[in-house]
Nanobody
Framework: QVRLVESGGGSVQAGGSLRLSCAAS????????MVWFRQAPGKEREGVAA???????TYTDSVKGRFTASKDNAKNTLKLQMNSLKPDDTAMYYC?????????????????????????WGQGTQVTVSS
């Protein structure tokens, strides 16, 4: 049974940093397309970063240069390092897993259209950035 558990969220001032983790069990994380999503109150869930089985990552424009996704294959854990945080980054953050080929499709799709592609989700971790 695939299980994803996020952690590392919290409250931080603008300009600060947080590091999110997503612990995977029931499958080998390194073999899947792994994605970080976020959902702000009243808004649709959207993708922010994806990392494929080879470790190559893709970022949406809103976080490019500030967020870095990585995988620790030995610990079967996905990470998201978030720097230079802004109030607009305030959201519930989710990790999701999907078939390896999905990562190749994401750059051609709007980040709001990523969600239906992924079957496995964590419960989310809240990030709040104050100005």
């Amino acid at each position: 049974q695939v299980r994803l558990v996020e952690s590392g969220g919290g409250s931080v001032q603008a300009g600060g940093s947080l590091r999110l983790s997503c612990a995977a069990s029931g499958y080998t994380l390194s073999s899947y397309c792994m994605v970080w999503f976020r959902q702000a109150p009243g808004k649709e869930r959207e993708g922010v970063a994806a990392i494929d089985s080879a470790g190559s990552s893709t970022y949406t424009d809103s976080v490019k240069g500030r967020f870095t996704a990585s995988k620790d294959n030995a610990k079967n854990t996905l990470k998201l390092q978030m720097n230079s945080l802004k109030p607009d980054d305030t959201a519930m953050y989710y990790c999701a897993a999907g078939a390896p080929m999905l990562c190749g499709l994401l750059p051609s799709r709007h980040p709001r259209d990523w969600r239906p592609l992924f079957a496995y989700w964590g419960q989310g971790t809240q990030v709040t950035v104050s100005s």
